[in-house]
């Protein structure tokens, strides 16, 4: 009796023991489950964040071209202008050179 006794402790013991692991499984099952859904959005979040960073590039990029068209469109109205203004000096010169002649005629 003493030593059926002893096994039905024994196999209590065991059993007990065997809950308690498959409970803690099933607990760390579920928190493997949390993680790796944790990292799936953190990977979605850092594919997302380097996508705005190759369009953030991009805008640069293109902003830069905008810019050195624009300086340089600046640079040619400058150009213009000074051309324009010696151009209209040259001719009011022209003009007052025409009048002398005429004086002088």
């Known amino acids: 009796l003493q030593s059926e006794?002893?096994?039905t402790h024994d196999t209590a013991a065991s059993t007990g023991l065997e809950a308690a692991l498959q409970a803690e499984m099933g607990e760390l099952r579920a928190e493997n489950r949390k993680l790796q859904s944790e990292v799936a959005d953190?990977?979605?979040g850092l594919a997302q964040d380097?996508?705005?960073?190759?369009?953030?590039?991009?805008?640069q990029a293109?902003?830069?071209?905008?810019l050195a068209g624009l300086q340089s469109e600046?640079?040619?109205t400058h150009d213009t202008a000074?051309?324009?203004g010696l151009e209209a000096a040259?001719?009011?010169?022209?003009?007052?050179?025409?009048?002398?002649?005429?004086?002088?005629?």
Do not use: C, F, H, P
């Open 42 to 44: 953190l990977r979605s």
């Open 50 to 59: 380097q996508n705005l960073q190759r369009r953030v590039d991009e805008l």
């Open 82 to 84: 000074a051309s324009t």
């Open 74 to 76: 600046v640079a040619q």
């Open 62 to 66: 293109e902003n830069a071209q905008l």
């Open 90 to 105: 040259l001719q009011a010169e022209m003009g007052e050179l025409r009048a002398e002649n005429r004086k002088l005629q």
């Open 5 to 7: 006794v002893a096994q």
